[in-house]
């Protein structure tokens, strides 16, 4: 065999770096945000050496500390996984706090006015507000399709509508009358129930769990995840393919939004002795964020999750030791934002390495077709 010949056989050689370069690139922008912060913390700081310790490790420093950290990050999964559904469908849909908010107040409604029963009760409770929260994640969709006003702009008007009609529904219904804003104390066998003791890890945990991975079989291994990311990619193509793009989309805001609700009255009967919230939330954006940092890839929102609830958590333990405030955890979140959102952020490697690969792929065809 002479050694044009070999050459024909040889495949370019390709970077196991570059061909995962997105997570790589989201790597790169985490560790960069993380050295700005070390950097201002070890010129403002007191002690920079003690604010770093605590900040990184601070989370390790007893089961309650980590636990803690899985706590803070079971809210930001579960708007995480319900914005990986909707924004894979292409459309830009925020309407997953008020869906938030609304299944925690549902699921209050259900356990302090309907009978008790361990078991029975929190099915009711989680049903409820998961299938509020998926219509309320629709409601934006409908409107733009008969009206055509901007998601964003009617997601953020059901948000605060749905906010002032859930702080309604406790304030009429639900209101103890002391010197505190909040509902009655929930029944002890409609909450969830603590799975590890000496923590708050309770067995909501193991719902977010089952979620997460239904959630992953159905975008990667199902017809229908094909079909929403399809239409979110190219809604002409899907089109032409027969696909029912409308449907599809609607189907996807309602998952989203189920999974949302879902969240709000986990969170709410696991966390909460009663309904206490008087503003509204915002766990939106820590979803927009994690489905971010994970690429778009739903298997990876637990892990974005965590880091930005090990962050949170350790900055927070940074802050009692140390003279920083906790808020320099948002100052990392938006360095990481502005990186990972920039298109133009190390993607002349890529494009260099794409064209290197063509190239050789190209010669390689060339010598194939004239040896």
């Given at each position: 065999?002479?050694?044009?010949?070999m050459?024909?056989?040889?495949?370019?050689?390709?970077s196991?770096?570059?061909?995962?370069?997105?997570?790589?690139?989201?790597?790169?922008?985490?560790?960069?945000?993380?050295?700005?912060?070390?950097?201002?913390?070890?010129?403002?700081?007191?002690?920079?050496?003690?604010?770093?310790?605590?900040?990184?490790?601070?989370?390790?420093?007893?089961?309650?500390?980590f636990?803690?950290?899985?706590?803070?990050?079971?809210?930001?999964?579960?708007?995480?996984?319900?914005?990986?559904?909707?924004?894979?469908?292409?459309?830009?849909?925020?309407?997953?706090?008020?869906?938030?908010?609304?299944g925690?107040?549902?699921?209050?409604?259900?356990?302090?006015?309907?009978?008790?029963?361990?078991?029975?009760?929190?099915?009711?409770?989680?049903?409820?507000?998961?299938?509020?929260?998926?219509?309320?994640?629709?409601?934006?969709?409908?409107?733009?399709?008969?009206?055509?006003?901007?998601?964003?702009?009617?997601?953020?008007?059901?948000?605060?509508i749905?906010?002032?009609g859930?702080?309604?529904?406790?304030?009429?219904?639900?209101?103890?009358?002391?010197?505190?804003?909040?509902?009655?104390?929930?029944?002890?066998?409609?909450?969830?129930?603590?799975?590890?003791?000496?923590?708050?890890?309770?067995?909501?945990?193991?719902?977010?769990?089952?979620?997460?991975?239904?959630?992953?079989?159905?975008?990667?291994?199902?017809?229908?995840?094909?079909?929403?990311?399809?239409?979110?990619?190219?809604?002409?193509?899907?089109?032409?393919?027969?696909?029912?793009?409308?449907?599809?989309?609607?189907?996807?805001?309602?998952?989203?939004?189920?999974?949302?609700?879902?969240?709000?009255?986990?969170?709410?009967?696991?966390?909460?002795?009663?309904?206490?919230?008087?503003?509204?939330?915002?766990y939106?954006?820590?979803?927009?964020?994690?489905?971010?940092?994970?690429?778009?890839?739903?298997?990876?929102?637990?892990?974005?999750?965590?880091?930005?609830?090990?962050?949170?958590?350790?900055?927070?333990?940074?802050?009692?030791?140390?003279?920083?405030?906790?808020?320099?955890?948002?100052?990392?979140?938006?360095?990481?934002?502005?990186?990972?959102?920039?298109?133009?952020?190390?993607?002349?490697?890529?494009?260099?390495?794409d064209?290197?690969?063509?190239?050789?792929?190209v010669?390689?065809?060339?010598?194939?077709?004239?040896?």
């Open positions: 065999m002479n050694k044009k010949e050459s024909v056989n040889i495949p370019p050689r390709r196991i770096i570059m061909e995962n370069f997105s997570i790589v690139r989201i790597a790169i922008a985490l560790a960069l945000a993380l050295s700005i912060v070390f950097i201002i913390i070890y010129f403002v700081a007191d002690d920079p050496w003690l604010a770093i310790n605590r900040l990184v490790a601070g989370p390790f420093q007893s089961w309650r500390s636990f803690s950290v899985i706590e803070r990050a079971m809210p930001i999964i579960f708007t995480g996984l319900a914005m990986n559904i909707v924004l894979q469908s292409g459309v830009f849909n925020i309407g997953q706090d008020g869906a938030f908010y609304m925690a107040v549902l699921a209050s409604v259900v356990a302090l006015k309907l009978p008790t029963i361990v078991g029975v009760t929190q099915f009711v409770a989680i049903f409820v507000s998961a299938m509020a929260g998926g219509i309320i994640s629709m409601l934006p969709v409908l409107l733009y399709r008969y009206t055509k006003v901007n998601p964003i702009v009617s997601a953020i008007m059901f948000n605060s749905f906010y002032y859930g702080a309604y529904i406790v304030s009429t219904f639900l209101l103890e009358r002391s010197g505190t804003w909040g509902s009655h104390a929930f029944p002890k066998e409609a909450k969830l129930g603590l799975m590890i003791p000496k923590s708050k890890m309770h067995w909501g945990a193991l719902i977010l769990l089952i979620v997460y991975l239904g959630v992953v079989y159905l975008m990667r291994k199902t017809a229908l995840g094909m079909k929403i990311r399809t239409v979110g990619l190219n809604p002409t193509f899907a089109t032409n393919v027969g696909l029912n793009s409308g449907l599809i989309i609607l189907g996807a805001q309602f998952l989203g939004g189920s999974i949302a609700g879902m969240g709000g009255a986990i969170e709410m009967l696991g966390m909460y002795q009663r309904f206490l919230w008087q503003g509204p939330v915002n939106v954006w820590d979803g927009l964020m994690v489905h971010m940092l994970a690429n778009g890839n739903p298997a990876f929102i637990p892990v974005t999750a965590i880091f930005i609830a090990f962050l949170r958590i350790g900055s927070e333990i940074m802050s009692r030791s140390t003279n920083i405030p906790p808020e320099v955890v948002a100052f990392l979140q938006g360095i990481v934002i502005v990186l990972v959102a920039s298109s133009k952020f190390l993607y002349g490697f890529k494009a260099k390495y064209r290197k690969i063509s190239l050789a792929q010669r390689s065809d060339s010598e194939g077709e004239f040896a």
